[in-house]
């Protein structure tokens, strides 16, 4: 095998695992990851699985940066055209909301799951998930700011509250359709995200 074809078929093994990783994450933790259950799922010795990453926080944050590139592809960048304000928080809402919709991971947002295995922790792990909610907030939070800006939400709008309302929108979609299996949880939340953001 030639250097080069070894370089990609690393990087394609290294992907396969951290896909695998994602979906196990997203439905029974971050904890749930084993090396065993990895290399019994993927067809792999523990040692090849454990060659990629060394350790098991190393493989868990490598989890974490691929959910906020998956995230991004699905919510951000697909509204990357929608003019900035109003117009894109309502785009990046919708876009949010189909994202859980559509069923992407197995146990729904990785994040919501994520932060409520971690809340109480302490390492980088939970710093990191911390730190990736904190610059999601902020990117939202300048988008109510331009809104306010413009005239398009009134000018005593606490940017703050805002944000909090939206994300408890967010939170209670994820909870209603994973654990309660309601068929309605996605159309609850458009009205709710109608209401708080006005055509």
């Known amino acids: 095998m030639s250097p080069r074809n070894s370089v990609l078929e690393t990087r ?12 196990i994450a997203s439905a029974e933790g971050l904890e749930g990851l084993t090396i065993g259950r990895l290399a019994t799922d ?10 990629h990453f060394g350790t098991k926080e190393t493989l868990q944050l490598a989890v974490v940066d691929a959910a906020a590139e998956l995230f991004n592809e699905e919510v951000p960048q697909r509204v990357r055209d929608v003019p900035l304000g109003l117009p894109r928080l309502r785009a ?19 994040f919501t799951a994520a932060a409520t295995e971690f809340d109480g922790r302490e390492g980088p792990v939970r710093d990191a998930i911390a730190g990736l909610n ?14 306010i800006a413009a005239g398009d939400l009134p000018g005593d709008t606490d940017p703050d509250q805002f944000i909090y309302d939206i994300v408890g929108i967010m939170l209670a979609l994820n909870h209603f359709q994973q654990l309660q299996h309601d068929p309605l949880a996605t159309s609850r939340a458009r009205r709710a995200l109608t209401r708080l953001l006005p055509a």
């Open 92 to 110: 990046l809402c919708e876009a949010w909301v189909s994202h859980l919709e559509r069923g992407v991971l197995p146990g729904g947002c990785f």
């Open 134 to 147: 904190t610059l999601w907030q902020r990117d939202l939070r300048l988008h109510v700011q331009r809104a």
């Open 12 to 23: 394609h093994t290294r992907r396969r695992i951290l896909d695998r990783s994602l979906a």
């Open 42 to 51: 993927l067809g792999m010795s523990k040692a090849g699985v454990l060659g």
